[in-house]
């Protein structure tokens, strides 16, 4: 398998709801790739459930979340993330895409 970084840009336009955040936990949870989450000051980890119950209890809908896919299967967790949160989600929007060369041949990357 391929390594990966894409960054996408997520606008809410509803919160999530609890079993959705423990749905997409366990999701990040199986796929072979790390998930981070970022708004403002607020920084969350998908693979602890804690942090990412509190990143999204704090999140500001009317900013947007920056979303960091890092590993294998990024287009499939993206496509799963996609999925379980279609009904809160505005838009969306992928900001960089990195393959595993790119990512090698950098000292230093923008997500």
Same mark, same amino acid.
Do not use: W
């Given at each position: 398998?391929?390594?990966?970084?894409?960054?996408?840009?997520?606008?809410?336009?509803?919160?999530?709801?609890?079993?959705?955040?423990?749905?997409?936990?366990?999701?990040?949870?199986?796929?072979?790739?790390?998930?981070?989450?970022?708004?403002?000051?607020?920084?969350? #980890?998908?693979?602890? $459930?804690? %942090?990412?119950?509190?990143?999204?209890?704090?999140?500001?809908?009317?900013?947007?979340?920056? =979303? *960091?896919?890092?590993?294998?299967?990024?287009?499939?967790?993206?496509? #799963?993330?996609?999925? $379980?949160? %279609?009904?809160?989600?505005?838009?969306?929007?992928?900001?960089?895409?990195?393959?595993?060369? =790119? *990512?090698?041949?950098?000292?230093?990357?923008?997500?």
């Amino acid at each position: 398998m391929v390594t990966e970084l894409n960054s996408y840009e997520i606008h809410l336009h509803q919160p999530l709801k609890t079993n959705q955040i423990m749905k997409m936990y366990k999701m990040m949870a199986q796929n072979n790739c790390d998930v981070y989450l970022y708004q403002n000051s607020l920084i969350a #980890d998908g693979g602890h $459930l804690t %942090k990412l119950l509190s990143f999204f209890l704090f999140v500001d809908l009317d900013e947007p979340i920056l =979303m *960091i896919i890092d590993g294998e299967n990024v287009d499939c967790t993206y496509n #799963d993330v996609q999925k $379980l949160c %279609k009904d809160n989600i505005d838009t969306i929007t992928c900001r960089r895409k990195y393959d595993e060369s =790119m *990512i090698q041949e950098s000292s230093s990357i923008i997500v």
